[in-house]
Structures are given as structure tokens and as C-alpha cells.
């Protein structure tokens, strides 16, 4: 089995890459963007850039595809380029699994189902451009195949296959270091989900006959606030220094309060598949 990890130098897609490529009987090939590259054998590709992904793909023709970038203000492009190359050159017979976000169930109004709407923000609102990108990504892949798999996920947090530990945990290590306090909104909830359960749950998906959509992550939705002291707590800090954050916001600006998932679906997949 030939499997393309596009976005093989990112948080999750370097965990997904390494994971696959100690599975017996499975090449692996992957693509990175910015330097350096993470592992020596990807291909730096602008997946936007027709002409090298055409180049790039008919030279690979992987029998599943991992959709692992994220551009967040970019996402629209990302989907309306990137994703089209792809959606333009894949078969009936290659399944790509798609990583898509909590946010293209923008509303606010969790916990969420796999089967509820999704909705799309307002094009002036500051995060449309990645939510709605999302959104728009799903709605095309749902159109175009039939082969697929999306994981709608939530903040993904801890240390992935390669040492490298999520952005929000990094800054608040810093703060708790210094003995700086830090503040996090507790008006906000969401499902988090570690990276090395999310690679874990993507391998699962490359390496069995499952398509459709799955959400992922724990099990009980927390606030960003009570989540990130619990975190301080769990690398031996003073959870103390984790304050809440205002909840005052910009008029039609207001960041979805509530994007939780509910996570039973996948977590009984998982369970059968172990079993």
C-alpha cells in the first residue's frame, strides 16, 4: 500500500508520517513546505502550485492520501487550490482522509454529532476564513467521493512523535516558568484530544476498509481555563497561576462558546478494531 501524507512536516502530520512508516508493507511518501524539512525523504511541494502537484502526484500515485495541512487565515485558498489539485486528480479507487476542525460547527451549540449541520461564520468575522474553509473542504470532498474519511477535531494538545509539544501548552510553560500568571477563557468548551491519540486514530483509518465522518478526541468537554490548569498541574506547576480570561468580545466577533464533540462513534470504532 502506497501512503501520501501531505503536510508530513506539521504537528500532526509528522506523528501520522512516523507512525506509518514503521508499518510493515507500507510506502510511505510525504510533503512538507517550509525549511527545513522535519525527515530527510519528504518533497518540499506548494500544493497550490498546479502544475508541480500534477508533477508531484502522477509520480506517487498513492493508494491513500492524509490531508494533514493547516493554513488557518489561508484556508480558503488552501481548499480552493490546494484541495481542488487534489480533488482533480484522485480516483475512485484512492481514499484520502481528510483532517477537518470542530470549527465548521461554528454556531456554538455543542455538544455536536457527526450528523448535525455544519455552519459557516459571517465573511467579516475574524476566523471565517478558516472555519469557513473547513466547511467548504467537506462539502466538496462529500460531493466529489465517495472513498473518504474526515476526523473533525478540537484542540489538539501534548508532545507528538518527534518531540514537539502544541503552541498553547509551550506558552503556558513559559509563564509558569517565569512565575508569570496566564489566562485562559472558561466561557469556551471544547473537546481536546492528544496528538498521539488523533496519529493514532489516522493510521487506523489509512490501514482499514472505514469511511465517513468521525469525531475525534476525549470524552468530557472542558473550558480553555479549566483545561489549561489541569495541564499546569500535570507538569508539576502551580495551577494557581492559571486565571481567567475576560469574556468581553467585539460585536460580531464573538468566538463560538461551545464546539464539543461527541466522541462515541469513533471511540467504539477504535474499540472494535483492537478487538
Known sequence: ??????????????????????????????????????????????????????????????????????????????????????????????????????????????????????TTLPDEHKLSNYANGKVKAERFIANELTNYVIVRVGPVFGENQIGKMDERTDRLSYHLRAGKAIHFRDDLFRTFCHVEDLAEVIVEMVSNDIVGVFNAGSTEPKSFYEFMGLTAEQLGFDPGFVEKASEEEEVDQEIPKNTSLHTEKIKELMKQQKT
Open 1 to 118: 500500500m502506497k501512503v501520501c501524507v501531505f503536510g508530513a512536516s506539521g504537528y500532526v502530520g509528522s506523528s501520522v508520517y512516523k507512525r506509518l512508516k514503521e508499518i510493515p508493507k507500507v510506502s510511505v511518501s510525504g510533503t512538507y513546505l517550509d525549511e527545513p524539512p522535519l525527515f530527510d525523504d519528504l518533497t518540499r511541494l506548494d500544493i497550490n502550485e498546479p502544475e508541480s502537484f500534477s508533477d508531484f502526484y502522477k509520480a506517487e500515485q498513492p493508494d491513500v492520501i492524509v490531508w494533514s495541512v493547516m493554513s488557518g487565515p489561508q484556508e480558503q485558498q488552501l481548499t480552493e487550490q490546494g484541495l481542488m489539485h487534489l480533488l482533480t486528480h484522485i480516483t475512485p479507487e484512492t481514499k484520502l482522509v481528510y483532517i477537518s476542525s470542530d470549527y465548521v460547527y461554528s454556531a456554538g451549540k455543542g455538544p455536536y454529532l457527526e450528523t448535525d449541520p455544519v
